[in-house]
């Protein structure tokens, strides 16, 4: 337990208190990248709309000098498992591979997932039914050597299809972002929402030290993650950044 304890060593970088209740799981992501893209506020809006049925009351759409960003990032789950039940899901270790906005409720900004694919029945199974994430079943690889090889497919039924390869690494040395800076509003969000039956919104906490961030070179020789959803990227390079890992721990979602 020491590991996912010393997680907590640090919380001045939060930007507002961790919840007063115990957390409930732990997990690492590893070779992780993310790439980002900006878009039109009022288009992710729309998307937003048309995924889940409509947008909740009082969620909105976040945006860094005007735009908002479409993130997709591929990486690892590892060491995943639940504080009080370790032996249920762990540990437990497979590929996912998220496409996500930035959202803020209030005065909590946040990330809102528009599809989560990943290599665990169990994973989708349990995120779809108890916390109202849009996991879908994919078959996915990753290796890892000098480049991370990265492979997905989906393969949950009645879902659309949705494929992406990319070999990607490190460019550069780790830094933290800077405070104000885009990178920093990318990646240093510590709650994530989902929507629910009824436009119901949820919002669930998660914990860890600032990004390990470094720079990060890529080439996608196959993405229709966006093009799923009703998005099509602009033609600029994205913003990319490639984490070897971190330590992350969760809580249990609550109803907003």
Same mark, same amino acid.
């Given at each position: 337990?020491?590991?996912?304890? *010393? ?5 001045q970088? /939060? ?6 209740? &115990? ?15 900006? %878009? ?6 729309? /998307? ?13 759409? *976040? ?14 789950? &590892? ?25 803020r409720?209030? *005065? /909590? ?23 109202? %994430?849009?996991y ?6 990753? *290796? ?10 989906r ?19 780790v830094? /933290? ?9 990318l990646?240093?969000?510590?709650? %994530? ?6 436009? +119901? ?16 070179? &890529?080439?996608?020789?196959?993405? +229709? ?14 913003l ?17």
């Amino acid at each position: 337990m020491s590991r996912w304890s *010393d997680t907590f060593k640090h919380t001045q970088h /939060r930007p507002y208190p961790l919840p007063a209740r &115990a957390w409930a799981m732990h997990m690492s992501w590893q070779e992780l990248l993310f790439a980002h893209w900006p %878009l039109p506020a009022a288009l992710v809006r729309e /998307r937003i709309a048309a995924t889940f049925g409509g947008v909740p009351a009082g969620l909105e759409v *976040d945006t860094f000098e005007g735009s908002c960003y479409l993130g997709i990032v591929p990486f690892r789950m &590892a060491r995943t498992g639940l504080r009080w039940w370790p032996t249920l899901l762990g540990p437990h270790t497979f590929c996912e591979l998220n496409v996500r906005t930035y959202v803020r409720h209030q *005065d /909590r900004r946040g990330v809102l997932f528009f599809s989560l694919d990943a290599a665990s029945r169990l994973a989708v199974f349990t995120a779809r039914r108890w916390f109202y %994430l849009p996991y879908y079943n994919a078959r996915m690889a990753l *290796d890892a050597g000098d480049a991370v090889h990265y492979r997905s497919r989906r393969t949950h039924g009645g879902a659309p299809e949705a494929a992406f390869e990319a070999r990607y690494g490190p460019a550069g040395p780790v830094y /933290r972002a800077a405070p104000g800076s885009l990178e920093r509003w990318l990646t240093e969000r510590y709650c %994530l929402y989902s929507i629910g039956p009824g436009l +119901s919104l949820w919002r669930g906490e998660i914990h860890h030290e600032l990004w390990p961030l470094q720079g990060a070179q &890529a080439e996608i020789t196959l993405n +229709s993650m966006a093009a799923c959803h009703g998005f099509a990227l602009p033609d600029v390079n994205p913003l990319l950044h490639y984490v070897k890992n971190i330590d992350v721990v969760a809580f249990a979602p609550e109803r907003l």
